[in-house]
Every structure is written in C-alpha cells, then in structure tokens.
Nanobody, 124 residues
Framework: VQLQASGGGLVQTGDSLRLSCTAS????????VGWFRQAPGKEREFVAA????????LYTDSVKGRFTLSRDNAKNTVYLQMNGLQPEDTAVYYC??????????????????WGQGTQVTVSS
C-alpha cells in the first residue's frame, strides 16, 4: 500500500486546512489509519487515528475539538480537517496505515505504511 498525503500549506492563526491521505496499490479497508506530525527538533507525535474496529476516531488532547478525522472508503481517502489552527500546530504531517493493537495506536512504530508528509505552517 502506498500512501499520498496532501493539503498542507501556509495559513494564519485561526485558519483551517484539510489534509488528505489517499491509498494506492491497496485499500484502507482493515487498517487503522493514523496521522502523526513532527515539528523541527521534536519527535514525531500522534495526532489522530481512525481505528479499524471502532467508528470513533482517537485524538490527542491538544487537537480535540479542533481537528476531525473522517474516512471516504469509496475514494480510499482519509481526511484530517483542521480548524482553529495555532502556531504550535506547525509541523510536517504524516499519514500512516497499519494494524496496531489499541495500546499501540498512538505509537508510530505500530504502523507499517507511511505517506511522504505534507508541511503545515501556521503563522502568528
């Protein structure tokens, strides 16, 4: 499965962006799809995940109420709608797919397939 992330850009504080992650050479069916981000000088961190056995996405606390993850199985695409963006959201955002157990959903090493990343920059 190859993943293609897109939708990043340069925005101002409070603006919105929608990231897309599209799979090719396979489908997202049966996979947990996660979004991670990595800011300069920091470790990659979990943002959100669409868990394969649960219809309710999982979010890290800092994005709850601002980010919304959704899946379009017909388009083989997972979206991350990001509202109310803040400068601390600035990072390269990566999508990933895999089959982690619940305790591993937030861990990047639990995912087998990764997109190339898309830059999100939020100016203050």
């Amino acid at each position: 499965v190859q993943l293609q992330a897109s939708g990043g850009g340069l925005v101002q504080t409070g603006d919105s962006l929608r990231l897309s992650c599209t799979a090719s050479g396979g489908t997202f069916s049966g996979y947990t799809v996660g979004w991670f981000r990595q800011a300069p000088g920091k470790e990659r961190e979990f943002v959100a995940a669409a868990i394969r056995w649960n219809s309710n996405p999982l979010y890290t606390d800092s994005v709850k109420g601002r980010f919304t993850l959704s899946r379009d199985n017909a388009k083989n695409t997972v979206y991350l709608q990001m509202n109310g963006l803040q400068p601390e959201d600035t990072a390269v955002y990566y999508c990933a797919a895999g089959s982690p157990i619940l305790s591993g959903v937030r861990t990047s090493t639990s995912y087998s397939y990764w997109g190339q990343g898309t830059q999100v920059t939020v100016s203050s």
